[in-house]
């Protein structure tokens, strides 16, 4: 193969620190049923971001960290909206949305749908420093390329606990301190 016909190299070269949240199963236990009013309440009849002055708290020291957002209320609502359900401190970091990145049928079956769009953000918007916390982020191992493993890069939460795991919780200190770390080389 002459140099003319290798497909570009793809770099991941955005330092930005960015976050991809999830809402449901993630910043409150359970998942949202919308109303036809418009309404939203949980199926578990927790409170709505519970969770959410937790990763206030995470991500306090750390002003650099951006927000995409995951969550499927993009689907039904509008991004404004979504938004406005998160404490001001979360709101404010938020940068985009993986809105309109459509998966593949296939991706949809085998339940990797989510982890191919964060994929994709990514890949869009060459991130090197990045973290999804979700309780959906499967199928890594067959999304991953010769320029990304996924796996170091998603925490898959428990929906019954979201990042109100201690384990969820401590994956995303040591990706903030990995973040600063590499901030300062």
């Known amino acids: ?11 991941l ?7 991809f949240v999830d809402y449901d199963g993630t910043l409150h236990r359970g998942h949202a049923l919308l109303d036809e009013g418009g ?6 009849g927790n409170p709505m971001f519970e969770l959410a002055p937790l990763l206030v708290d995470l991500l306090e020291p750390y002003p650099e960290v951006e927000i995409v957002l995951t969550t499927s209320w993009l689907d039904t609502l509008p991004v404004e909206r979504v938004v406005s359900y998160l404490p ?11 809105h309109g990145i459509k998966p593949r049928f296939g991706y949809l079956q085998d339940g990797s749908a989510r982890t191919y769009i964060i994929r994709s953000y990514v ?5 090197k420093n990045w973290l999804a916390i979700d309780d959906s982020v ?7 390329t010769s320029v990304l493993n996924l ?3 998603l925490v898959l939460l428990d929906a019954k606990h979201g990042i109100g795991d201690a384990n969820a919780q401590r994956r995303i200190r040591e990706w903030l301190a990995e973040v600063q770390d590499s901030d300062r080389s």
């Open 1 to 11: 193969m002459n140099k003319e016909s290798e497909p570009p190299v793809l770099l």
């Open 13 to 19: 070269d955005e330092p930005t620190p960015t976050l």
């Open 39 to 44: 309404q939203v309440s949980l199926d578990t």
């Open 88 to 98: 001001l401190p979360l709101a404010k970091r938020v940068v985009g949305t993986t």
């Open 123 to 127: 890949f869009g918007r060459r991130l």
């Open 138 to 144: 499967f199928g890594a191992y067959h999304l991953n």
């Open 151 to 153: 796996e170091p890069h």
